[in-house]
């Protein structure tokens, strides 16, 4: 049995707020004049979309220190739904 | 280290004797309370060389394949939905200027905030700390309550709006992708409120976790699915 300790919950918990805000912060402010092209925010958003899914899966969950299979095909869901969304984004 | 070993020493007894007639004696649950509640501490088990070496996969098998199939639903109504924006780009538009994205803002940092406690709750009663276990819980159900008053004052104001099911494919999509998502927060507090009796009268004592992972990680794939879908509904426009 593994258990992450409480600092590196905490941690985790942390970068998932800041990282809300950010996005928070395109979805209010960044199409009124935003000074970033459209391409960039899906490919900014997404980044942030697989960044706080990759913190969820293995601090959260406990996937860290899981069989690799159980952890990659997590990992691999939380990397290409948003890739895919934002391909069909900005390639159709 | 004497703490992790007596659990390692427990955990084996448990197993070994579950499956035979003398697990009804009483005898392995009475060894197990009196182990686990002699070395209650703050010392994570993950302090053992030995659990550091090895790959644990928290919660059970079934739970991960349902989160696995869960998961591939939603899947397939976010690429449903960004396919279909991309079909028809202006009404997308139209229909995303009726959210609200400070509603979804808060409603993300609850469900991120609840799963925190979800997480810490995990972390308390692996080391035995029932109570603490159980006011994270609650502190994790109140959020998710929270989540269920904005979803809910979001939809009154959709549908004082005049917005429905039936309004076109936007809100269609929208209220269906959503909804299925209000359904599971349901499902997972009562799951929660479940696992929060269960350790307020000791029912994890000396027992396998295996079922209090699972309803945490049931409750952490909720959360991950709302991460995409704040950013699919409310960021991307």
Redesign the interface.
Known sequence: MHTNSKKKIIISYLLLVVLTLISAMFAEFAHAGTFLSETMIVIIVSLIVIIKGQQIVDIFMELQHAPKLWRYLMLSYVILVPSIIAAIYLIF | MLHSFSLVRVNIYEKAFDNTPFADLGIIKTMAINQTTQCESDT???NTSN?KN?????GDLAM?FFI?AE?TVF?IF??AF??T??MYPQMFIEGQAYLH??A??IN??AL??S??F???S??AI??NAQSTAKYYLIAAIALAALYIVVKSWEYKQLVDAGMGLSTNTYFTLYFMITAFHYMHILLGMVILAAMALKTGRGGYLGQS?SGF?AG??YW??V??VW??L???I????
């Open positions: 994570p088990l993950e659990a090895k790959t644990y996969l928290p991960w696995l998961l899947a976010f690429i960004a396919v924006r991309q994205p400070v979804g803002g993300t940092i991120i905030t799963s925190l979800v997480a810490l995990v972390e692996k080391r976790l992972e945490a990680c952490h794939m959360d991950l991460v995409i704040f950013a699919l409310y960021v991307i426009q």
